[in-house]
């Protein structure tokens, strides 16, 4: 069993490189996060990864890291590993349309572990924000920190809206691929 005295290179590189984080409070102040900024430079997309389920601090810190990515780095879009059709109302209530009640009712046809709380901050922060932060896996070219669920690329037409000439073809499209 090693002790705490046993160095490899791992550990070596981990205490040289390592930064206290001061706060799990996600509205806590940003600053012990700077350091990531040296390794995100340049970066368009970054992969946050699944914290682990019901460990309110890795969800905490998830949620800290958002804000900071948002706030001090200018990332733009929110991609969590969901399908296009879920996404879709998701992104629109994150940029305010609907009552604040209605993530739940979004949210009631999925497993929405680690979900809400980040969609509640990207509806405030969209409230007075210059450029909103969009949620899903529909938005090329923005920054985004989390990737979209992988598999192929398609073409989509534009997701349904009211008044969106290419309605009903858009709606059929996006049923054919649903059912591959």
């Known amino acids: 069993m090693p002790t705490a005295t046993d160095r490899t290179p791992f550990t070596d590189w981990l205490h040289d490189h390592a930064t206290v984080l001061r706060h799990l409070d996600p509205a806590a102040p940003l600053d012990d996060l700077e350091p990531l900024r040296d390794l995100l430079d340049g970066a368009r997309v970054v ?7 019901f ?13 900071f990515l948002v706030e001090r780095c200018g ?11 879920e996404a879709t109302p998701l992104d629109a209530w994150a940029r305010g349309h609907g009552a ?12 929405p572990i680690g979900l809400p709380e980040p969609l509640r901050f990207l509806r405030r922060h969209n409230r007075t924000a210059a450029t909103p932060v969009l949620h899903g896996n529909r938005h090329p070219g923005r ?7 992988p598999g192929p690329r398609r073409r989509l037409p534009p ?15 996006h049923r054919r691929i649903l059912r591959r």
């Open 143 to 149: 920054r985004r920190f989390a990737a979209p669920r």
């Open 159 to 173: 997701p349904h809206r009211p008044g969106n000439p290419a309605d009903g073809p858009g709606r059929d499209h």
């Open 55 to 67: 460990i309110d601090e890795f969800a905490a810190m998830r949620q800290r890291i958002l804000r």
């Open 75 to 85: 990332f733009t879009v929110l991609a969590f590993e969901y399908g296009f059709c």
């Open 100 to 111: 604040d009640d209605d993530l739940t009712t979004l949210l009631a046809s999925s497993v």
């Open 47 to 53: 992969a946050l990864g699944e914290h682990s389920h």
